[in-house]
């Protein structure tokens, strides 16, 4: 087993996602490289990363786990020594009871382009007019939360509105997660950039964890990726334009975070899973 790193470099990737997909995969492609030339070993892209239509998305837009889009990540994450959390849609099974369905999926990849895991949206965007559940079908919520290790560092994922649902974040810091990967397309409009904020920052804090959330920009959607540490403290972000940054986990901060406040120690309830 390799010895565990004082830290860890993380890059966001923040992208104008569309319905052009080989634009799509040249854009994701491009964070895997930039990350890898800055010495990062995870890349978290957005959510809907491999194609986006801001009037919705569903089974059109999908494309299995062996398509061109995570295909050519595959090969770009193995190729930089990169490992990668990303969003995209994937067809479901047919004979959907409504009709056909696509899933909103979390694909993490290993930097030698494996599949480490991978997590279907549990909470569907039915919120602010909108309705992903038109289109989409829901995760497993009694699945198990999805933890991976990326060079030493244990990693959960959750993906955009599932922010809004702090027994979701709690959950992957109960298995073990030190850091938050959270890639999304959070919709634009008025406060929601500064919920966004605000969110990260509850997340990380009451978790004693990182948070490393990657969002979509352009038409509809706020951008404003962000590491945040367990303090709550944005440490680097994009703006609301395409772009990517790099920052680093320090894993001695993180211990020290948990030893002053060690709410996970403490806490007396359990997240259990809601039936129905």
């Known amino acids: 087993m390799s010895e565990r790193p004082d830290r860890v470099r993380v890059t966001l990737g923040q992208l104008d996602v569309g319905r052009d997909r080989a634009a799509n995969v040249e854009a994701a492609c491009e964070v895997v490289r930039a990350a890898g030339e800055d010495g990062a070993r995870l890349a978290v892209l957005p959510e809907y990363a491999s194609c986006y239509d801001h009037r919705g998305v569903g089974v059109e837009h999908a494309e299995p786990l062996d398509g061109p889009f995570l295909t050519a990540l595959r090969e770009s994450a193995a190729q930089h020594g990169v490992?990668?959390?990303?969003?995209?849609?994937?067809?479901?099974p047919e004979g959907e009871p409504h009709g056909p369905r696509a899933q909103n999926v979390v694909?993490?990849?290993g930097p030698d382009g494996g599949l480490l895991g991978q997590y279907a949206k549990v909470h569907l965007y039915d919120a602010f007019g909108a309705r992903e559940s038109g289109r989409l079908r829901a995760g497993d919520p009694a699945a198990p939360p999805l933890v991976v290790d990326v060079a030493g560092l244990r990693v959960g994922v959750l993906t955009c509105y599932d922010l809004r649902f702090p027994?979701?974040?709690r959950r992957l810091a109960v298995a073990g997660a030190e850091l938050l990967a959270v890639p999304a397309a959070w919709a634009s409009g008025l406060g929601k950039a500064e919920q966004w904020r605000t969110?990260?920052?509850?997340?990380?804090?009451?978790?004693?964890a990182f948070v490393a959330a990657a969002g979509q920009c352009g038409r509809g959607r706020t951008g404003r990726s962000c590491l945040v540490g367990p303090d709550g403290q944005v440490r680097v972000e994009v703006s609301a334009e395409p772009g990517t940054v790099t920052g680093e986990i320090d894993l001695a901060e993180l211990a020290e975070a948990?030893?002053?406040?060690?709410v996970l120690e403490l806490r007396r309830f359990d997240v259990v899973p809601r039936k129905g």
């Open 167 to 169: 027994e979701s974040a």
């Open 199 to 208: 969110l990260l920052a509850a997340r990380a804090i009451e978790n004693t």
């Open 107 to 109: 694909v993490v990849l």
């Open 258 to 262: 948990r030893a002053r406040n060690p």
């Open 83 to 92: 490992a990668v959390v990303v969003g995209t849609t994937v067809p479901t």
